[in-house]
Structures are given as C-alpha cells and as structure tokens.
C-alpha cells in the first residue's frame, strides 16, 4: 500500500475545521513534498517527522513522498499535524495497520527524539472535531485535560510516537487523560477594602448589572485600579458555553493555565500602556491570534493611565466596542475573534496628577485640555458611565473599623439583576441589557413614557448628548432598574443615568 489517509484538525482564528492528511509514497527519488497551503511550521515538519519516526526505531521510506491536506483551499497553520503526518506516512508503507485510528482525529506536535508535545488551540480542536461527528482523538499528554473538557468525545493521550505505533499494532495501550479534579475558583481582591468611593462603588455595582463600560477619572491613590480590578468579583461565574469560549480564547493564545483548563471566572485583562495595536485586538505573522479585548471576552478589559497609550491603540478599540467581535484582515485570510467585553478606562485629571483645582497642581488650563484630549470623543462616547472619584479624606481612609460592603453582597445583588434582564430580552438573544439595541429599546413595548424622559430628550436637542448617548442613557436606567427589583425605569432612574453619562470626563 502507498497510500494512507488520517484526521487531524486545523484553526482558522478560533474556528476549528477538520483535516485530512493524506500520504502518498511512489517512486522516483528520494523527496518530500508537502501541499495544501502548509504555512512555515508545516514545510519544517518534513525534518522533524523524518527524526522522530528514525528515533522511534523505524525505517524511513526513501522513496518520493507527498503529503497533502485536505481541504487544499484552507490555510494550515502550526505543529500539530506533525503526528497525524507521521501515522499517515508510516501507514502508507504498508507497514502499519491505520484501522484502529480510522476516523479518529491525531493531534500533536513532534519532536526529534519522538515525544508527542502540546500544542496551542486544543480546546478549539477538539470541539471542531465533535462538531464535524468525530467521537475519538489522540492528543499530547500534556494537553489532555484541557481536551477531555468538550463533551461528547472519547479522549486519549501519548507522550511518544513509539506508544500511538505500539497501540497501533496491538502491542500497548494509550494514556487515560487524568481525572477532573473539582477546584474552587480563586477568590479575588474584595470590595470591602476600597476606602470610601460610594458613588464609584455605586457606578461600579450598576457596571456590573449591565455589562456597561466605565471611564474612572481622578487623582492617585483615589481607588480607580482598586475598583477596576474588583470588577471581575461582582460579575457571575461564565456558564459552560461561555467558559468553552473563553478557555478556547486562551488556549489559542498559549496563557491557558494547565490546572484549570476550564476557565469559570469572568477573564481580567490589564495591558501596560505601552500596548501595540496587534497586542490589544490581536495580530501577528501569518493568521492573527487574539488581542487582550478577545482574552477578555465575557470578562474586564482594564486601561490604566487611559491618557498613556497611544491614541491610535485606543481609537482600534472603538469598532471591539461597538460590535462585540474584531475581524482582522491579512493576507492569508480573514480572522475573528469574539470580544464582547466591559471596558474600563482610568486616568489621572492632569499629567502632574494632582487632585483637580488643589494648590499643588502645577498644570495650566490648556495643558489640562490637551492631556484629557487624549482620549478621544468618538471613544468615550462609547463609554456608558463617566465618573470623577474625589481625592480621599482621612476619615474615610481610617475608617477602618466600620463594615463594609464585601464583593459577594454586591455580586448577589449583580446576578438577581442579570436575571431579570436574562428574562426579558430572552426571546430576543440578549443577555445584557448593554447589548440590547437602541431601536428595540425605543419602540413598544418597551418605550418609556415622554414624561420620563423628558430631560433626556432634552439634551438630545440641543446637542449635549449623541443619539449614542441617548440609547446609552437608556440602557443604563434599565439596569439601575433590574438593580432596585422593578420592571421598568422610573424618572429617578433616568436622572441618576444622565449623571453617571455626564460626567466630567
């Protein structure tokens, strides 16, 4: 026989696509040709699957082999063909026997001595394995529990070519993937411990509520990083399509940690702010692996010192924003990636960052304007909640024998909240109300009443707000709303709206 076929899974992004590599032996000189787009990675496979299979105390083929994956049109990126590559080369020297891996998918990457390595995007690989009808697939050892997470599909690990050609021949069994230990997830910073900063623990809580984003403003040591980074323990633990997603974003960028290969809590992004574009919304050579927005997808995306990255980097975000996905562009194809996050921007008032209008800023008015200008107007018109923390008082900050709110209260409060609006746009797919589009919103059933929003329309008319703005407003007032247990925002709501819209940022 010279010929042989197996299954392995390719990515585009985060879709998976399956595989078929195929071996051709003929004669003619000695060669190996590899088609089907292979990127660089691929064409380097000849060498490493050439010395793992003569390490593993096999005889190496000399005659003209070609290696080509199927669909031909699909672009093949990485190392983790390179064992379905060595299974179909050996089998089509009619040496070994490939029916007991028929129509299992072999996923791995090769090294000269023979050992089976991990590879990146193997969550996402096996799921696109169980969408294609794929019930079985061999993968690293290392990689096995983050494998053995997609439902539906019998996993088996290898830690050597010699162990799946062993199996292969009758001799020797493959690797159990371990047993799913239960672990609690890791508790985070607590609520309890910002100092004062009512209002911006209110804002924070109404964030929360309705998967909103949020601009913090003020002075150091005010508690915006603090506030930030309690975020994540006020939102509800992802359920198990959103912890699927997540985890598969994460595993594509290689940060998924080998102990919880499930990620349950809501992901917290913080990129220095000397952050590229490619390092915020994704990038790279060939096809673009995700940015910091995609790995925060159902999570936090925190800029601290908003007013340091550049103004480019900042402004890539604003279609992220707007449609809860990125779509990169290259020359090797289109990739996306979903992004459907909670921004959270900080910044100081003034460079010298001192508190606004204190006899120690040292900023004149227009060095003031021109830092602020940093961060432009189509990007915070994107940000639903606008607040300016004040300087601490040293009441507040020793009061430390009062009780405080903890993350838990204030998380219960969150998901009865996300609850209710689960309930009601459930018909329509919505799961935040920061989602819900301003038409639906401004149409029956769910228009308000003129009386209410009366002020809002208002500011609409003489331009103070955008019709941005406007839908923004709303969707805020229905969130402070699902907070406070009623079915539908009041006057009240929309006031406090307008104010945590308008602030001084």
């Known amino acids: 026989m010279s010929y042989a076929k197996v299954l392995c899974v390719g990515l585009v992004g985060v879709t998976g696509h399956l595989v078929e590599v195929e071996a051709d032996l003929a ?46 049109t699909l672009p093949k990126v990485g190392s983790g063909f390179d064992l379905a590559i060595a299974t179909a080369l050996l089998g089509g020297t009619g040496e070994l026997p490939l029916a007991p891996v028929d129509g299992v998918a072999l996923l791995g990457e090769l ?11 193997m969550l996402p690989m096996v799921a696109a394995a169980a969408r294609a009808g794929v ?29 799946l050609i062993s199996f292969i021949r009758g001799e020797a069994p493959l690797i159990d993937p371990p047993a799913e230990a239960p672990t609690a997830p890791p508790c985070g910073p607590d609520l ?49 399509a959103a912890a699927l997603e997540v985890s598969a974003l994460h595993s594509i960028a290689g940060v998924l940690r080998p102990g919880s290969p499930l990620l349950r809590r809501p992901p917290f992004q913080a990129p220095h702010h000397s952050a590229t574009v490619a390092s915020l919304v994704g990038g790279g050579t060939g096809l673009a692996r995700p940015g910091a927005v995609s790995l925060a997808h159902h999570g936090v995306l925190f800029l601290d010192e908003a007013a340091e990255f550049n103004a480019r980097v900042l402004d890539s ?23 459907r996050c909670q921004l959270v921007l900080a910044a100081n008032p003034c460079p010298c960052a001192r508190p606004a209008g204190d006899q120690f800023c040292d900023c004149p008015s227009a060095v003031r304007r021109r830092y602020r200008s940093r961060l432009s107007g189509p990007l915070l018109d994107r940000i639903d909640l606008h607040v300016s923390l004040p300087p601490l008082r040293a009441a507040e900050l020793m009061a430390g024998s009062a009780p405080a709110e903890t ?54 008319d ?9 839908d923004r407003i709303i969707r805020l007032a229905w969130s402070i709303a699902d907070l406070d247990g009623r079915d539908r925002p009041d006057g009240d709501d929309i006031e406090e709206a307008i104010q945590l819209r308008t602030g001084d940022l």
């Open 27 to 72: 004669a003619g000189l000695p060669a190996v040709i590899v088609s089907g787009l292979p990127d660089a990675t691929l064409h380097e496979a000849r060498d490493r699957v050439r010395a793992a299979i003569v390490n593993s105390g096999q005889q190496w083929p000399n005659r003209r082999i070609t290696l080509n994956l199927l669909p031909a």
């Open 111 to 121: 090294g000269l001595d023979g050992t089976v390595r991990p590879v990146r995007g």
């Open 135 to 163: 019930t079985r697939v061999v993968v690293p050892t290392a990689n096995a529990a983050e494998a053995a997470v997609v439902p539906g599909v019998r996993v088996r690990a290898v830690d050597t070519l010699h162990r």
């Open 192 to 240: 309890a411990d910002v100092a004062g900063q009512a209002f911006g623990k209110r804002a924070l809580e109404i964030a929360a509520a309705g998967g909103h984003h949020v601009a913090l403003l003020g002075p150091p040591g005010a508690g915006k990083t603090m506030l930030a980074e309690r975020l994540p323990g006020l939102l509800p633990p992802l359920d198990d």
């Open 317 to 339: 975000l604003r279609q992220p924003l707007e449609k809860g996905r990125v779509l990169i562009t290259r020359a090797l194809g289109v990739t996306e990636y979903p992004a």
């Open 407 to 460: 993350s838990a209260a204030v998380a219960a409060r969150v998901t009865a909240a996300r609850s209710a609006a689960g309930q009601r746009w459930a018909t329509s797919g919505w799961r935040t109300n920061a989602v819900v589009p301003g038409p639906a919103l401004r149409r029956p059933p769910w228009r308000l009443p003129t009386a209410h929003t009366a002020a809002l329309r208002h500011r609409l």
């Open 462 to 470: 003489i331009g103070a707000i955008s019709a941005r703005g406007f």
